[in-house]
């Protein structure tokens, strides 16, 4: 990674300092930006101080000179009450950080939340002569650490432009979805078809250890044969199959249960809102209903433990 800190490089404040924003903000640092983080937790911004950040004790401290700000919260009711003030807000109130932000400002939004949403926010944003987009992304803590994100971003092309290079610094491939809200609708259609193929490996490698099978044999196999898919692959949920993967240490770490229920139902709603079939998104989404009432906090990948119990104990 790059270490050159131009006199023009933009300055960035970073908010939402989780599994994936903090790998994220640390490898902004390590590509010469230089970074003010604010996160609720004084434990994830402790983290930042040590890889190089400057602290704050409020978002609105957090941006002070900033031209660029970068989330990465939980879900929509995070975004709302960090841009527009209040979690249920749909207007912009005196506590949101757009009433704040200088005009010319960038925003990047990296959470995923739903696209009335996002477009709502940015519409706002563009009100005040601000630019934002959103840029959720693919890969896990895995490609958050290394750097190696998927973007998916949607936004007017000078936006879109401007958030590139920023970008790059914690990703590998940068996608141009669209406008407002497109880069969270190609993520909600990816992450549906993630929950459906990590509920049926599971059900799957279940169906063969069940009848006597090693589930690293049986891996082996599927990943040579037509079964073969990315949570197979590099995101194994059965136990031991793989190392440094979730399933491998306690399903702690890497996205939690409560963000795939959450996404699965942003696809839900958003097929609702269409009248798209979307019969195999509703089963994982009822799995997952069922699953984050006991292991909400835990990796996506226990869902292996509804069909094996045992490997949550
Ligand atoms: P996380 O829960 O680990 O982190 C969220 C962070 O936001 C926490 O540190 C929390 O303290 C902070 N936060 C919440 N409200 C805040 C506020 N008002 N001000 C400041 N900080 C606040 O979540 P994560 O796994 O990092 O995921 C973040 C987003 O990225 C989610 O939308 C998720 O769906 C998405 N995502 C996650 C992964 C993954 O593998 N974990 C992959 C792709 C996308």
Redesign the pocket.
Known sequence: MTQNTPKDTPKIAF???????GPMAKNLLKNGYQVTV????EA?QQQLSDAGASTSSS?KQAVQGADVVIT????SK?VN??YLGDAEATQLTADGLLSELPSGTLVIDS??IDAAAARNVARIATTKGIDMVDA???G??AGAEAGTLTFIVGGEDSAFNRAEPILKAMGKNIFHAGSNGAGQVAKICNNMLLGILMSGTAEALNLGVKNGLDAKVLSDIMLQSSGRNWTLEVYNPYPGVLENVPSSRGYSG???SQ?MH??LHLALQAAEDINAEVPMGAQAAALYDEHIKEHNTKDFSSIMAHFDSSVLR
């Open positions: 908010i939402g300092l989780g599994n994936m924003g604010y996160d609720l937790s994830a978002p990465m919260l939980p879900a995070h009450t960090v959470s995923t959720p992304v693919s896990g803590t890497g996205f939690m963000h959450k996404d």
